[in-house]
């Protein structure tokens, strides 16, 4: 309920992001462009724009998973059609002698020629509000958090969610649009539809669709937010929900007994037969919820590993849920070859499609539900650490049980603690890039030729050569390069290869291992790549706050996410 209202604040506050600055005279200038006193026209761009995004929401995630279109088509459609309102509006004679000259008269082309500068037609609102719904669907953390976590997992919730936001987005919008409306009327020279005024709105439309178009919109808002004290991400994500999972850190068993949730919808089951809660009472039972190219999961498996090797014998039992974080991390085989190299020998099994990760109220990598011997929840632990926590309460259950412990604590100390200046984790696909640095914009179109800048700030990346650019992932077209100013003690890099190839790596200007930095996957100076899978590029003695990572990456390797360690 919390999201629900969340996200109809969020999108009200939505007016304030960024990517929405540029928009703003669209709305003011299509509630104005023909009769600046037809109060129906700022409604009508409000309501077509909450459509189209809903419409954009659910073709998005259509074209994801089954037709495959590029990111940026229906970017280039909006720009466009943006681009084409102007035009008609700054031209409409000359638009009409090409009309009759060609003999171009269908219906639709007649439509959108007369009727955008019709005072009396709606069909020009309708279309602009249509065309700016791909453009909003990424200016709210909230949006983004609702398509990235809850869309998949719960689509009748997440549309909930959407309606909500598009609601309160469209509420704001509408307002804009009316007073907008209600000033530019009082200014006497803006009323004539053919006026000098209607024409500047008309080159509004041209420049913010070619920048749409081109992907500047994205440079700009970037600009905008690095140089304004606001922080609107900062605000929005206020509204995202805590864990449904209310925990208690200070005590052992840190939640509400309830009952554990049945698996549901497992795809299939990795060493063994599949497993049931029901099946597996009198047994305590740790669920872990993971993902193989998971740098904090593949930190924490060793432990779930430890525990069950040692507890076993007394009645523990182990389950990891597979829940993909990437479209290949949905593959049998290579989930199986992440087990296998993990060197996981308990039961997992493959939660495509987030439904056990639904039932739990799950919400993050790695994840872990300890269960008594009467199947109830008795502790939840988020992310990695606590392990001396976590196994003093494994043993505390198996106790409860009847269990006669033999064995001592294994659990040395808890993991280091991450650097507060370490580099964040970052992704590489359009979808949750961050840092980006160079020329063009990155997504500005599906292949693109990249430069990267004269010099590179910490904690940036940027690209060199030809790159085709995906929501999740980006891959090498030609002989590529990618520069990232780093720091961590170690680096990780998820990417694969449909066939095994070499990425070529320095580390300032050279050799890794000239450093003693080479990661256990670099041999002179380069990483076999295959499988897509977690890759250790860089591991330093110690934590090192300044250093410049530089691949050169073959044709047809795909790059997905770099995470770090200290």
């Known amino acids: 309920m919390f999201l629900l209202f969340g996200a109809f604040i969020a999108g009200l506050l939505t007016v304030l992001a960024p990517c929405v600055l540029p928009l703003l005279p669209i709305i003011i200038g299509g509630s104005v462009t023909g009769d ?17 995004l809903i419409v954009f929401t659910l073709l998005l995630k259509a074209t994801t998973l089954l037709i495959n279109l590029p990111p940026r088509a229906i970017t280039y459609f909006s720009g466009g059609i943006i681009i084409a309102l102007g035009l008609v509006t700054l031209f409409p004679s000359v638009y009409a002698r090409i009309i009759g000259r060609f003999g171009i008269e269908n219906s639709a082309q007649k439509a959108l020629g007369r009727g955008y500068n019709n005072k009396n037609s709606l069909l020009g ?13 990424s200016c709210s953390p909230v949006y983004a958090y609702i398509l990235a976590t809850v869309l998949p997992v719960n689509f009748g919730q997440a549309m909930a969610y959407i309606i909500a936001y598009v609601l309160g987005l469209s509420s704001v919008l509408l307002l804009i649009g009316y007073y907008g409306q209600r000033f530019i009327n009082r200014i006497k020279f803006a009323s004539n539809p053919k006026g000098t005024f209607q024409r500047v709105i008309a080159i509004i439309f041209i420049i913010v669709g070619l920048l749409i178009f081109t992907g500047y919109d994205k440079r700009f808002q970037t600009y905008v937010s690095q140089h304004t004290p606001f922080n609107f991400d900062a605000l929005s994500s206020k509204f995202l929900p805590a864990s449904k999972n209310k925990v208690n850190d200070k005590q052992l068993f840190n939640v509400t007994p309830r009952p554990a949730p049945e698996f549901t919808g497992i795809q299939n089951w990795i060493n063994g037969p599949p497993q049931t809660i029901k099946g597996l009472k009198g047994k305590v039972v740790l669920v872990d919820f993971w993902t193989y190219s998971c740098i904090n999961c593949i930190r924490n498996n060793p432990h779930l590993e430890k525990w069950y090797e040692t507890y076993k014998k007394d009645g523990l039992v182990v389950v990891g849920v597979h829940a993909p974080e990437f479209s290949f991390e949905k593959v049998l085989a290579n989930v199986q070859k992440g087990v296998k190299d993990q060197h996981i020998t308990y039961p997992v099994g493959l939660d495509n499609n987030f439904d056990t990760w639904n039932v739990y109220d799950n919400r993050s990598w790695p994840s872990s539900y300890l269960i008594d011997a009467k199947g109830q929840i008795r502790r939840v632990h988020e992310g990695e650490g606590k392990y001396t926590e976590e196994e003093q309460a494994i043993r505390q259950l198996l106790t409860e049980n009847g269990a006669k412990l033999s064995s001592k604590l294994t659990t040395a100390s808890d993991a280091v603690a991450v650097s507060s200046k370490q580099t964040p984790e970052t992704y590489l696909g359009t979808q949750r890039a961050s840092n980006y640095a160079g020329t063009p914009a990155l997504g500005a179109a599906p292949t693109n030729s990249f430069m990267p800048p004269a010099s590179l700030p910490k904690n940036d990346w940027s690209l060199g050569g030809t790159w085709e650019v ?70 330093y003695p110690s934590f090192h706050d300044d250093g410049t990572i530089e691949l050169t990456v073959p044709d047809g390797v795909e790059l997905n996410v770099f995470t770090f360690g200290s």
Do not use: C, W
């Open 36 to 52: 600046t006193k037809d109060r129906k026209r700022p409604v009508v761009i409000a309501i077509s724009l909450a459509i189209s």
């Open 125 to 137: 609102p309708i279309i602009t509000g249509a065309a700016l719904g791909p453009v909003f669907s």
């Open 470 to 539: 995906h929501e999740d992932k980006i891959i090498a077209r030609g002989n590529s390069t990618l520069h990232f100013h780093v720091a961590a003690k170690d680096v990780y890099l998820v990417a694969g290869s449909a066939t095994p190839q070499s990425i070529g790596i320095t580390l300032n200007g050279q050799d890794p291992a000239t450093a003693q930095a080479a990661g256990s996957d670099v041999k002179n100076s380069r990483i076999s790549v295959g499988q897509s899978q977690l890759y250790r590029l860089i591991s």
